[in-house]
């Protein structure tokens, strides 16, 4: 039996509040990444900001979205293609394989530099804020 899961399609608060979360989640990123670096702050607090940026650009837009973390991947490379955004579907892949790493330990942490992943990070926070109030219809 297959299993079917929700989608659903947000409005502007849900943008906004999304946005706001990654906002909140980026200043942990903001502090974990220096010397030393705090990979376990910097992966799992990167991997839900960069999340609930992308959710944000996509329910403003009115893209689709979903709770499973591979396809919130897939969802960042159609908003990098489709909307122009920062290509950030690798980083999140490999957030999230650091994540895993560091909670669970069964598989190799990426190969990862902290400063530029913070950086990456900002740069996409930054640039989904600029498209939610630069588009207040929906991208169009």
Same mark, same amino acid.
């Given at each position: $039996?297959?299993?079917?899961? %929700?989608?659903?399609?947000?409005?502007? &608060?849900?943008? /906004?509040? =999304? !946005?706001?979360?990654? +906002?909140? *989640?980026? =200043?942990?990123?903001?502090? &974990?990444?220096?010397?030393?670096?705090?990979?376990?702050?910097?992966?799992?607090? /990167?991997?839900?900001? !960069?999340? &609930?940026? #992308?959710? &944000?650009?996509? @329910? *403003?837009?009115? $893209? %689709?979205?979903?709770? %499973?973390?591979?396809? =919130?991947?897939?969802?960042?490379?159609?908003?990098? +293609?489709?909307?122009?955004?920062?290509?950030?579907?690798?980083?999140?892949?490999?957030?999230?394989?650091?994540? =895993?790493?560091?909670?669970?330990?069964?598989?190799?942490?990426?190969?990862?530099?902290?400063?530029? @992943?913070?950086?990456?990070?900002?740069?996409? #926070?930054?640039? @989904?804020?600029?498209?939610?109030?630069?588009? /207040?219809?929906? /991208?169009?």
């Amino acid at each position: $039996m297959k299993k079917v899961y %929700k989608w659903f399609v947000a409005d502007d &608060a849900r943008s /906004g509040e =999304k !946005l706001a979360l990654a +906002r909140h *989640h980026l =200043k942990r990123v903001l502090s &974990a990444w220096d010397d030393p670096t705090d990979w376990d702050d910097l992966s799992l607090y /990167g991997f839900y900001c !960069l999340e &609930a940026a #992308v959710e &944000a650009a996509a @329910v *403003h837009v009115g $893209m %689709k979205t979903s709770k %499973k973390h591979w396809e =919130k991947a897939d969802l960042a490379g159609g908003l990098h +293609r489709e909307h122009g955004l920062p290509d950030i579907e690798q980083l999140l892949r490999d957030l999230n394989d650091a994540r =895993k790493s560091a909670a669970y330990g069964d598989i190799p942490t990426p190969d990862l530099n902290a400063e530029d @992943v913070a950086s990456e990070i900002e740069r996409y #926070v930054d640039a @989904v804020a600029d498209l939610v109030e630069r588009t /207040g219809d929906h /991208g169009a």
